[in-house]
């Protein structure tokens, strides 16, 4: 097999959003993979009761954000430049993320981070917080309106004053599903993969729609976390791969791997 070009031929689904489906495809194309981009979900800027500026009127400087993607800095950042703020002025309170890459965005911003537990998951977050952060904190989570409610009811179960900040709309896309559909009956994919149980659940109900349970089950899923792999299994995926470390990148290192390992047992 080819150093260089580890995925060569190999056909690979990207679901990501619209905005985030081109890098994914700059690392597949960099292993010599094909990308297959067919966006199940769009993301965009929520429509707010509560302004930004509202919201940090109510906060001091012991108070915290709390941030779980990329995506809720990246909105919450736009809904920042719509009242004139510039994002730098989180560096005025506490901040706990998940993931290398929401803490890489941050810094990028040069917006230190208080909190950011070793394993990528709410759950781990909150048992962090819930060991470090006094409970006279104020805490806001910035998420997406289809988040997990896990991280805020958890906080509010053990006597915290939590703020539910809505800061992007995850909606499911229609328009690419002849798309997706032909390209399972034509046998054109050889990997699937989700970010998210968002675009699991938009891709399933193309599949039930069209009865395609044959057609995708018996192709291997690659999933960022535990829960969208949860999520696929409970729809009957018969192998379903998940990287150490819930990253785009440690994804693509995960089907090389899986690759190599089908082409040494074909031998």
Not at 39 to 51: A, E, F, G, V, Y
Request: proline letters at 3%; glycine letters at 4%.
């Amino acid at each position: 097999m080819n150093s260089g070009q580890p995925l060569k031929g190999v056909r690979i689904l990207n679901s990501r959003a619209v905005h985030q489906a081109s890098e994914f495809s700059k690392y597949i194309h960099k292993h010599g993979g094909i990308s297959i981009e067919i966006p199940l979900i769009d993301i965009k800027r929520s429509q707010l009761l509560l302004n930004v500026k509202e919201l940090f009127q109510q906060l001091s400087n012991e108070d915290w954000l709390v941030f779980t993607s990329k995506n809720g800095v990246e909105f919450f950042r736009e809904h920042m430049k719509t009242v004139g703020l510039d994002i730098t002025a989180l560096s005025a309170y506490r901040i706990a993320v998940v993931g290398e890459k929401t803490k890489q965005l941050l810094s990028e911003y040069h917006i230190g981070i208080d909190i950011m537990p070793t394993s990528f998951t709410a759950e781990a977050l909150v048992k962090e917080m819930l060991q470090s952060v006094p409970a006279s904190s104020k805490i806001v989570v910035v998420r997406g309106n289809l988040a997990r409610p896990l991280l805020r009811n958890t906080l509010v179960e053990h006597h915290y004053q939590v703020i539910d900040f809505v800061a992007y709309e995850t909606t499911h896309i229609v328009s690419n599903e002849e798309k997706l559909v032909q390209s399972l009956k034509q046998h054109s994919l050889d990997y699937l993969t989700f970010t998210s149980p968002s675009t699991v659940h938009s891709f399933m109900n193309v599949m039930n729609k069209h009865h395609l349970k044959e057609e995708w089950n018996q192709l291997p899923c690659v999933c960022i976390g535990s829960v969208t792999k949860k999520a696929i299994l409970s729809h009957g995926a018969k192998r379903v791969l998940v990287p150490s470390k819930f990253t785009i990148e440690n994804m693509i290192q995960t089907i090389i791997e899986d690759v190599k390992h089908q082409k040494e047992e074909m031998r």
